[in-house]
């Protein structure tokens, strides 16, 4: 496969609905489960994008579409320029080895009647990646880029600890020497002590062997450390995506507002200031039959007559930065914090401190001028 673009992996109107039948003997359609309705990204080669939205937003289903474990209902997958969305099993067999996946479940993933061993050398024998006399040796020489022990090759993975079973996991999605990896949710079952050791060990996959991630999570922290592009999903649509500095200091959908004002901010707890929660009324609405216009009006308080009736494209409203709303524009204009800020500073002798500090570029006629060159605020 060949293609000018240096994007890995393209998406565009990517659409996952589940059939839902009746019960009794006759089981009719009677809706779909609009899991993922036309959402469009895509992924540079040897680069990352962090997927993020609450439970039930249709992150996974994404991942698992990408990576082809799902045939979606309608779209593009392209993979180095090629659609991938509709090809049979045996056209996706040699496909399989370029594009892997990790899974949430450390647990769940593994085979418990396989050694580790052969976890992670039954794709070489199937894809003929190696030669046969040499599978035992490359098999041990991904545990010990992965953290393990090379001696654990004949170890069955209820011998290992949640953190030992996620780095098998990773050894068996580098045993292809694949060009992208999908990582659903790859720390979120682990201990936080070990979930940075996971994420630093995914860093140093990236950049060892220059593979293109699309890292799924909920924990805003983590995509923020680990992706230089973010996506934010709701109710199966993407809302809003942008650089991370730029979303994450300057969010402009609502939705994403929220989100960033749930997460926990350490600075600023650190010297007793918190950061003001942005708390959404009603609960997500159910995707088999979602509101009309934009998804997100019924807990939004901007909403108005026009949300109700028409849906947000998502709309380009600076360089590497897009946003789903009707309101973005005015948005724009206007910080999304007050004129002064709590911050974190230190004192003359070198001591952290919180205090107030006037936002700049507000001076400026038109606020989006200096919108994206503003520091981080706190």
């Known amino acids: 496969m060949a293609t000018e673009s240096s994007n890995i992996l393209e998406v565009q109107d990517l659409t996952m609905h589940f059939p839902v ?60 320029g090629d659609d991938i969305a509709n090809l049979s099993s045996r056209e996706l067999k040699p496909l399989r080895r370029h594009i892997q996946m990790i899974f949430q479940d450390p647990y769940g993933s593994l085979n418990p009647r396989q050694t580790v061993g052969a976890i992670v050398a039954t794709p070489m024998e199937i894809h003929k990646t190696v030669p046969e006399k040499n599978i035992k040796a490359r098999v041990q020489e991904l ?27 990773i050894a068996r999605s580098l045993a292809l020497q694949p060009k992208l990896l999908v990582a659903d ?19 140093e996959v990236q950049r060892e062997f220059n593979i293109g991630f699309l890292f799924i999570a909920h924990d805003l922290a983590v995509v923020r450390h680990f992706c230089p592009e973010v996506a934010v999903m709701y109710l199966g649509r993407i809302v809003e995506i942008g650089d991370r500095d730029t979303l994450y200091n300057r969010p402009l959908h609502p939705y994403t507002q929220a989100l960033i004002s749930a997460a926990p901010d350490v600075a600023q707890a650190a010297v007793g ?10 609960d997500v609405p159910s995707p088999i039959n979602p509101p009309s216009g934009c998804r997100f009006r019924t807990r939004c308080s901007l909403a108005k007559d026009i949300c109700a009736k028409v ?3 998502l709309l380009q409203v600076a360089p590497r930065h897009k946003v789903a709303c009707h309101f973005a524009g005015e948005l724009g204009k206007v910080p999304t914090r007050p004129v002064t800020a709590d911050f974190l500073g230190v004192d ?27 520091p981080p605020q706190g």
């Open 348 to 374: 003359d002798a070198g001591n952290p401190v919180a205090g107030k500090q006037p936002m700049p570029g507000l001076e400026s006629p038109d606020f989006r001028d200096t919108w994206f060159d503003l």
């Open 21 to 80: 039948r009746s019960n009794g003997l006759i089981r009719r359609v009677t809706g779909h489960v609009q899991a993922v309705d036309g959402v469009n990204f895509s992924v540079p080669a040897g680069g990352s994008l962090g997927l993020v939205g609450e439970s039930g937003c249709g992150k996974s289903t994404t991942g698992r579409m990408v990576a082809r474990l799902l045939k979606p209902t309608r779209g593009e997958i392209r993979f180095e």
């Open 273 to 282: 200031g918190r950061r003001e929660r942005i708390r959404l009324e009603g």
């Open 143 to 169: 545990l010990e880029f992965v953290g393990l022990n090379p001696e654990h090759y004949n170890r069955y993975p209820h011998e290992f600890s949640g953190g030992q079973r996620q780095r098998i996991g």
């Open 185 to 203: 949710e790859p720390v979120s079952a682990l201990d936080v002590s070990i979930q940075a050791q996971v994420i630093n060990l995914l860093q």
């Open 311 to 313: 849906e947000p494209p």
